[in-house]
């Protein structure tokens, strides 16, 4: 597992830090239920006799349901909080192309570092912010950096051109914020950015269950020159007769086919055909939780357009990602000229 050409790990931000230790025990402490369901284990505080089975694993059991139900509507009011104070957050993980080994791009990753608890993941605070509708300011204040960042690399250095950012959607904005389309583009002429160096991020998940809703505002994002992804592509089950009739410029392959690949024969095909559709429609390709070299040398040979992911870089704060920027071509001067030849 040679990830040894890796950008730095950021030590400003404690996420990247905590990730591992801190969110561990905050899952374990039931935070990683508050989405969605009460079937793990249960939060702390909670006596070990509590998290048994006994004769009062129904009260616990009750008991435990209330307080992530407590739990949840607390971290609800205070990422409104933080969210409304401009509190969240973002880092960019960049987006090498393999054919040059440029770093074309950048996707915004949010992050709340909650007051007590610290690095809270996505994974925990978007579904919350979904439930509380405070996705709708969340999205629009991540989109707002994203313009904001690529302005500010714009003025940096006129004559280079500046990794396009790549910013997730989720499905309650589409269907919540009916005028997302109109603001962006507002904000782009506002800022004085090319509506190409935006991409929106759209899992296939909410492009299967929301497909009138995302393929009407994507399209209109794309006839005004955004550009689109299909994030996690490959889990979502996609109609592959509905795939063809979406507008889409970019191809997501979700990790859990990235990590499968030399390893598992069955995942390996379905990574490859996967590749082999998006290029015959017309579409880029990005790699997700590209780890290895090996993985990377057998997505080149597969003819995946672009890789994401560890073995290149983890988010990195603003400076960071303006200082692999500003050292391109990163991949090949990084020495991995053998994996790929
Ligand atoms: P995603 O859009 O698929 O983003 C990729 C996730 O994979 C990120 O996790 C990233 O840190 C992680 N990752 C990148 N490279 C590797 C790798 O090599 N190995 C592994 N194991 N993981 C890797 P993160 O930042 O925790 O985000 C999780 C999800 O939360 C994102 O998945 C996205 O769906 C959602 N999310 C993050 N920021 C936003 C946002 O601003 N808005 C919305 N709606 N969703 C967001
Ligand atoms: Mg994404
Ligand atoms: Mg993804």
Known sequence: MARSGRFRRNQSWPFLGAVAGRLGRLATSGLSLLASNVTGPPPEGLSRSERTTGPNR???????????????????EDLGDCVAGGCLQVLWQPQVEI????????????RWCHPRHGAVSPAVFIPIAEATGSIVPLGRHVLDLA???LASWQRLHPT?????????????????????????????????????????????????????????????MRAGGVRVAIDDFGTGYSNLANLAGLPFDVIKVDRTFVASIGLDPRGTAV??????????????????????????????????????????????????ATN??????????????????
């Open 160 to 220: 280079l051109a500046p990794p396009r950012i790549a910013v997730n959607l989720s499905a309650c904005q589409l269907r919540d914020d009916a005028t997302l389309g109109e603001w962006v583009q507002e904000r782009l002429g506002a800022h004085g950015v090319a509506p190409g160096r935006l991409e929106l991020e759209v899992t296939e998940s909410t492009l299967v269950e929301h497909r009138a809703l995302a393929g009407a505002l994507l399209a209109e």
């Open 324 to 341: 692999v920027w500003l050292r391109q071509p990163w991949l090949r001067a990084e020495g991995l000229r053998g994996v790929l030849d």
């Open 99 to 110: 054919a040059t080994g440029r770093v074309v791009a950048m996707e915004a990753l949010a």
């Open 147 to 149: 313009i904001r960042q």
């Open 58 to 76: 129904g009260a616990n059991l009750q008991s435990s349901t209330c307080h992530i139900a407590r739990l949840r509507s607390q971290l609800g």
């Open 271 to 320: 990574t490859r055909l996967i590749l082999e559709l998006a290029e015959r429609l017309g579409a880029e390709t990005i790699a997700e939780g590209v780890e290895t070299d090996d993985q990377l040398a057998w997505l080149a040979r597969m003819g995946a357009t672009h890789v994401q992911g560890y073995r290149f870089s983890e988010p990195l704060d603003t400076p960071g």
